[in-house]
């Protein structure tokens, strides 16, 4: 089937991306790891020998730049539905971590620690319905918060793509009733016209989101 003029453009404006172009000539699996470490610069999020979790990990962006920071002390667990090709010093659960089996395989790898931080740079299949979408991308949002909740040590962190729209402002109240500190990043190597957003809440107070029964 030929390509719309939509993919057409799109596939243009990806290829000639200075920041795709970047990612392959450093290594990287994706532009979206410059992302990471562009937040981490600011926030000093990760540091040698914490324990990440990676939620929507494929391809692998911000896995490779968490194995690099956290090193051999350190532990990297990434979940998605799709495959991802094997990382040096990432574990990789393959399924949807809102089922619990998933879950229970994500906890046999961290092997009874805390995740000092939980990341997530998941979005929606886009339906190109703007109400419908942004529902979407907020609804995976919350449910990394959940997740985030189960996972995190006391005092651990948190960093989420969410778009712009309806429900962010109530996101943000939420993620502030669970952190002591919730700050908005925009990194230079999102691209201006997208309303993709990351939260970084640090801080976690602990006490909630038990272990699923």
Do not use: C
């Not at 419908?132 to 918060?145: I, K, M, N, P, T």
């Not at 997740?147 to 962010?168: D, N, Y």
């Amino acid at each position: 089937m030929p390509r719309s003029k939509t993919s057409n453009a799109w596939l243009r404006e990806h290829v000639n991306d200075p920041w795709v172009q970047k990612a392959k000539a450093e290594g990287y699996r994706s532009r979206a790891a410059f992302k990471l470490k562009q937040i981490d610069a600011k926030d000093r999020l990760l540091k040698p020998g914490m324990t990440v979790v990676d939620l929507g990990a494929t391809p692998g962006g911000w896995s490779q730049v968490a194995a690099k920071i956290v090193g051999p002390a350190g532990r990297v667990v990434a979940v998605d539905l799709l495959e991802m090709e094997p990382l040096a010093g990432v574990v990789f659960v393959r399924g949807d971590f809102f089922e619990e089996s998933t879950e229970a395989a994500l906890r046999a790898a961290l092997a009874g620690r805390r995740a000092d931080i939980v990341l997530s740079d998941m979005a929606p299949n886009w339906s190109g319905v703007s109400v419908a979408d942004q529902a979407r991308s907020v609804g995976l949002a919350e449910l990394a918060l959940e997740a985030a909740q189960r996972l995190l040590a006391p005092g651990g962190s948190f960093l989420v793509k969410v778009f712009h729209g309806a429900g962010f402002e109530a996101f943000v109240k939420a993620l502030r009733e669970h952190f002591t500190q919730v700050v908005v990043r925009k990194p230079d190597a999102s691209r201006d016209r997208s309303a993709e957003t990351y939260l970084v809440a640090r801080g976690f107070r602990g006490g909630q989101g038990t272990n699923r029964a």
